[in-house]
């Protein structure tokens, strides 16, 4: 019987329309992240009557529980997007819990209901990521991830910095409700890409599909081999038996063996270090930024705002040529000099408006030299961003080569995805915490100097243990 294929099946499975949904729902999570920033300050303070003073401390709390939310997340919804058939369902699960954790957030009468929709919203956030990047990776080859993955990480730049420029200039200029559209819109261009997309299968096996028969990627062991199109398709044969005996007894075997493997693996651990320097360090300058510019220059949520566009633009033109050379040179050259040019910058960003720094007050002269170095440090910023996940994925597709019954693509992209997940979280949670504990004890400019220190170790890992094999030197596969 001929297999009728859905309608529109050879462009919403095209790899463009996969990758590019994909891109969306990074965006859309990221940029729902950041877009609570510069508002929470008016949130807090006229819409739940929070004293000033402890804005803060709110806004640090407000972070950090999103990145443990995700840490605690991110393995469950890995686990779980092993056992679904598509990978199309967990995206779908995870845009319904962002949708209702912003709706919870946007209409938070309380502080416990604003918490508890950031709550949603991190774990909703841990899924986009896993099962996004796990998509992506499978769906790119391994010449053109690093670009790929830089494209896609331009705009999970776009949306981490696009969040708070946007929420600031619009509740400013037109209003709190006006300010909450934009994201309500984004989510629903995310549920049309996510409803459109159909995950590519080839046509024999959604027959089989379609027929009960569930396919399986894991070889037979002792060179027994699977059915081929002459074996009959029935549900009881024993070579399928066989193989659904072998695989549920090594299941567990295998998924244990996988970690291990991976975490013994120098190159995943420097790549798990430079996934959760680049979360923090983000997440730090948002967590910090909004009070501190209020205080030093008086600006209010425009130019809050604007301060984050000077950090956006530049690593939205960037992050796409910094993918192009890490796949021409390798992830150690550029890595190490984005690192070694953050050091200063950082540094820098703290002078303005500090009393050790008359000459850097917070005049024109102070606004001026705040303003340059955040459009030095978004541009430089690209170079080390993305680069623990393209690791993480060279890694498993050198591994797959190696092994494909251990590495098998689909599984083994979900689980390093979470494994990067949980370094992300783990960054997103210690960065606001550790700058807004720093912040308030010994001030913004000695607060730098520490995130400087971290960005100058960090450049010298990057150079011991980073991957100088240029990505296109495959691994042969074993015949």
Known sequence: MEFKKPWGYSWRSSRFLIVSSITVALFAETFLYGFLTPILSYMLEERLHIDPSQTQRYTTALLTIHGFVGLIAAPAIGYLAEKTTSQKKPLLISLAGCLVGTLMIALASSVWVLFLGRVLQGAAGAGTWVVGFALLANNVDKENLGASMGMAMSFVTAGILGGPTVSGTLLELFGYWTAWSLPLVVLALDI?????????????????????????????????????????????APSTIKQKDYEAENKGDQKMKFYKVMLSEPRVLIALANVVVVAALGSGINNTLPVHLRDTFGWKSFFISMMFFCLQVPNIFFSGPAGWLRDRLGLRGPATLGWIGLTPLVLLMGIPGDSHFPWAGGDA???????????????????????????????????????????????????????????????????????????????????????????????????????????????????
């Open 365 to 479: 002269a102070g606004k001026v030299i705040f303003t340059c170095t955040l459009i030095a440090l978004g541009s430089v910023y690209s170079l080390v961003r993305g680069v623990g996940a393209v690791q993480m994925a060279y890694v498993v597709k050198d591994m797959e080569a190696k092994d494909p019954i251990l590495f098998d693509a689909n599984i083994s992209n979900l689980r390093v995805f979470s494994i990067t997940e949980v370094g992300f979280s783990i960054g997103m949670m210690f960065g606001p915490l550790l700058t807004g504990s720093l912040f308030e004890t010994i001030g913004f400019f000695y607060m730098t100097v520490a995130l400087a220190a971290v960005c100058l170790v960090q450049a010298i890992a990057s150079w011991r243990w980073l991957d100088t094999k240029h990505p296109t030197e495959e691994t042969e596969s074993p015949a």
């Open 192 to 236: 049309i890409a996510r409803v459109i997309m159909i995950e590519p299968r080839s046509e024999s096996s959604m027959h089989a599909s379609d027929n009960g028969i569930k396919s399986s990627s894991t070889p037979i062991p002792n060179n027994e081999a699977a059915p081929g199109e002459s074996t009959t398709l029935l549900s009881d």
